[in-house]
């Protein structure tokens, strides 16, 4: 019988589920017999539920980033476990607003499940506690820090993006042994080297100037027009690439502003090839998500920190600072001084990319797949119990070929 992989990620932003395809694309490179479901969990939940979870969540970015970072910190507390009333109630909660999700759980008998959000995974846990569910499942982290919210035990393995992340789950009870640093799995496209040349002609770049790289997102959010205005300050001579995501607005608005007569733009919408346009760049501006920093040090681009979400953005960007990969701008008006300064000091910029190239895992999916595959155990229970006394009935069961994050329950 095929072994039985549930990839699990949520569209909370774009990251998490780009970490999932990442692994989905690696394990059908390293183990192409597999059955592999991959799942956004917010496309088996309730309307109410993904409107309170995940669009709020995008909300509180747009609009009230400072309130948010506070209560990141606040649930950020070292205890040394998560039993309490108030995380029993949630998780009740959440398998209410999730009840697809759970016949999903107990349709078939899986063989490993692979977490690249929290919630999910404090699911699994608690049907694992339960004795409803065997499987080993392993989490997935997509910042270069942990969160105490990334702690959902029993856990077979946590993969996290630094040392740093790895020892700071053992003040919520992880085991050291528990705790792999990988980096953040990315598109296995980073994995294979491309010429700098191939890729500027690839993307009709001249590369006779700088090449910047401004990125907004999936969601192409932020200050997106101010950032841009200020690029365009920059007194050498730039190409200046725009990727503005799916904000088609954006787009609009910027490909109608003026442009300096010095530079060269290209406003562009969502793309399917930012590896290309990340090793064509000298310089790439940017928030610093997980997702999109992990793909800048594996193509070893310098970065440009702008507008970091509170407080795992404001993290990431500590890390890349601390490791000479970054410079960031705390006020948008600096940044034409700024850029222009690492421009003009060809050491510097040389430096930014050799430090960024030093910190990239391009491999970083194929090595999280290696080490969630040796998991796997031929002694393991494949049976789950169903509500019917039926393990694994074929209503419930997927086509293995197919992504999940279009299945639904059937009836």
Same mark, same amino acid.
């Given at each position: 019988?095929a072994?039985? *992989? /549930?990839?699990?990620?949520?569209? $909370?932003?774009?990251g998490?589920? %780009? ?6 694309l690696?394990l059908?490179? +390293? &183990?192409?017999?597999?059955q !592999?479901?991959?799942?956004? *969990?917010f496309s088996?939940?309730? &309307? ?7 669009q709020?969540?995008?909300?509180l ?7 948010l970072?506070? *209560?990141?910190?606040l649930?950020d507390?070292p205890?040394?476990s998560?039993?309490?009333?108030w995380?029993?109630?949630r ?5 209410l607003?999730?009840r697809?999700?759970l @016949? ?5 008998p899986?063989d490993?499940?692979?977490n690249t959000f929290?919630?999910p995974?404090?699911i !699994?846990?608690s049907?694992k %506690?339960?004795?409803e569910? @065997? ?16 702690v959902a ?8 993006a ?6 700071y789950l053992?003040?919520f009870g !992880?085991?050291?042994?528990?705790a ?16 700098r040349?191939?890729?500027?002609a ?5 590369g006779?100037?700088?090449v ?8 192409g959010?932020?200050p997106?027009e101010? =950032?841009?205005?200020?690029v /365009?300050?920059v007194?050498?001579p730039?190409?200046?690439? $725009?990727?503005c995501?799916?904000?088609q607005?954006a787009?609009e608005r910027?490909?109608?502003l003026?442009?300096q007569?010095?530079? &060269?733009?290209?406003?562009?919408g969502?793309?399917d090839?930012i590896?290309?346009?990340?090793r064509?760049?000298?310089l790439? =501006?940017?928030k610093?998500g997980g /997702?999109?920093?992990?793909? +800048? ?8 920190i702008?507008?970091?979400?509170p407080?795992?953005?404001e993290r ?9 990969a970054?410079?960031k *701008?705390? @006020?948008?008006?600096? /940044?034409?001084?700024?850029? +222009?300064?690492?421009l003009r ?12 190239r %030093?910190?990239g895992?391009?491999r970083?999916?194929?090595d999280?797949v290696? %080490?969630s595959?040796?998991l796997? +155990?031929?002694?393991?229970p ?5 509500p019917n006394?039926?393990a ?8 293995? @070929?197919?992504?999940g ?5 059937p009836?």
């Amino acid at each position: 019988m095929a072994t039985s *992989i /549930l990839i699990l990620s949520a569209s $909370v932003g774009t990251g998490h589920l %780009r970490a999932a395809e990442a692994i989905e694309l690696a394990l059908r490179q +390293t &183990r192409p017999e597999a059955q !592999v479901c991959n799942v956004d *969990i917010f496309s088996l939940a309730t &309307r109410t539920f993904r409107r309170c979870y995940a669009q709020m969540y995008l909300d509180l970015i747009a609009w009230a980033p400072q309130l948010l970072g506070s *209560i990141y910190n606040l649930i950020d507390r070292p205890k040394k476990s998560k039993s309490d009333h108030w995380y029993r109630l949630r998780v009740a909660l959440e398998k209410l607003g999730v009840r697809p999700f759970l @016949h999903l759980l107990r349709s078939q008998p899986w063989d490993l499940v692979i977490n690249t959000f929290f919630l999910p995974a404090e699911i !699994v846990a608690s049907l694992k %506690r339960q004795g409803e569910l @065997h499987a080993p499942q392993v989490m997935v982290t997509t910042d270069f820090e942990t969160h105490r919210n990334w702690v959902a035990q029993p856990c077979e393995q946590y993969f996290t993006a630094t040392e740093e992340a790895a020892a700071y789950l053992s003040c919520f009870g !992880v085991p050291r042994t528990a705790a792999a640093v990988t980096g953040i799995p990315i598109h296995p496209v980073f994995s294979t080297a491309k010429p700098r040349g191939a890729c500027l002609a690839q993307q009709g770049l001249h590369g006779d100037r700088p090449v910047l790289l401004l990125l907004a997102g999936g969601h192409g959010i932020g200050p997106l027009e101010d =950032v841009y205005r200020a690029v /365009l300050e920059v007194d050498i001579p730039l190409e200046i690439v $725009v990727v503005c995501g799916r904000n088609q607005a954006a787009r609009e608005r910027l490909a109608a502003l003026p442009p300096q007569a010095r530079h &060269r733009t290209h406003i562009l919408g969502f793309t399917d090839q930012i590896d290309e346009l990340l090793r064509a760049a000298d310089l790439v =501006v940017t928030k610093p998500g997980g /997702l999109t920093t992990a793909e +800048t040090l594996a193509c070893g681009t310098g970065m440009v920190i702008v507008n970091p979400v509170p407080v795992q953005e404001e993290r990431n960007s500590d890390y890349l600072l601390e490791n000479g990969a970054a410079i960031k *701008i705390n @006020h948008i008006p600096t /940044l034409p001084q700024k850029v +222009t300064a690492v421009l003009r000091d060809p050491d510097r910029l040389a430096q930014l990319r050799a430090n960024a190239r %030093r910190l990239g895992r391009p491999r970083a999916a194929f090595d999280i797949v290696e %080490r969630s595959l040796a998991l796997l +155990t031929p002694s393991r229970p494949r049976s789950i119990p169903m509500p019917n006394g039926h393990a694994g009935e074929e209503r419930g069961r997927l086509d293995p @070929h197919v992504s999940g994050r279009g299945w639904s329950w059937p009836g």
